[in-house]
């Protein structure tokens, strides 16, 4: 039988269950398709599972504005491409006990990064000044978050806890993880839950 492979932050402190009794949990947006989240949702009956262990505090999918302070366990979806992105992972960092790089994109900066052959510049010119449905510079220009000159995985930036490889993750695959986390537990996955794709 395949021995059972440890993921490489096993070490990371296990999230202490609060005085309610559940854990604190966010899942975070970063520069990513979404597409972990959908595989997140796509736990189906195992979230009734999930949330009668756990408060979802932060979420695109609850649409809270503010990262709050004492969350147990962050799952991070996708890269860090913009400042808004730096921000945010280092507030999620100050106030998470464990964070999670949730997805391939996260991981490694996947999909996100392919940009990174580009120069910033080139990059805005080329898709919103020159292609189909493109506008001329103007005023507008600085109404999104300035661009990273590359992306970066998430744990090139801060400290990350525990890894979920998959682009995107299977719900085998999360809920192995999630369940752990919620136990108290190291992320430990089969090796052909260690994949990436
Ligand atoms: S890992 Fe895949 S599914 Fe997840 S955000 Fe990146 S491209 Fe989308």
Redesign the pocket.
């Known amino acids: 039988m395949a021995r059972k492979q440890t993921n490489p932050r096993e070490d990371a402190a296990p999230a202490a269950p609060p005085s309610n009794g559940k854990i604190r949990l966010a899942t975070v947006w970063m520069g990513?398709?979404s597409?972990?989240h959908m595989s997140f949702l796509d736990l189906d009956e195992k979230l009734l599972d999930l949330f009668a262990q756990a408060d979802l505090v932060y979420s695109p999918i609850a649409d809270l504005k503010e990262f709050p302070e004492n969350v147990d366990v962050t799952l991070v979806?996708?890269a860090i491409a913009n400042v808004d992105h730096v921000k945010l992972a280092k507030e999620i960092r100050e106030r998470s006990k464990i964070v999670v790089s949730f997805?391939?994109?996260a991981v490694t900066g996947?999909?996100?990064s392919l940009r990174n052959r580009l120069q910033v510049d080139d990059l805005l010119t080329k898709v919103y000044h020159e292609g189909p449905g493109s506008v001329p510079h103007g005023d507008d220009d600085d109404i999104m978050p300035a661009l990273l000159p590359r992306v970066i995985p998430l744990h090139q930036l801060i400290k990350v806890d525990a890894f979920i490889p998959g682009?995107?993750p299977d719900t085998d695959r999360i809920w192995t993880a999630v369940s752990a986390l919620l136990a108290g537990q190291p992320v430990e996955f089969e090796p052909e839950m260690r994949l990436f794709g």
Do not use: A, F, Q, S
């Open positions: 990513g398709c597409g972990c979806e996708g997805g391939d994109c996947n999909v996100t682009c995107p």
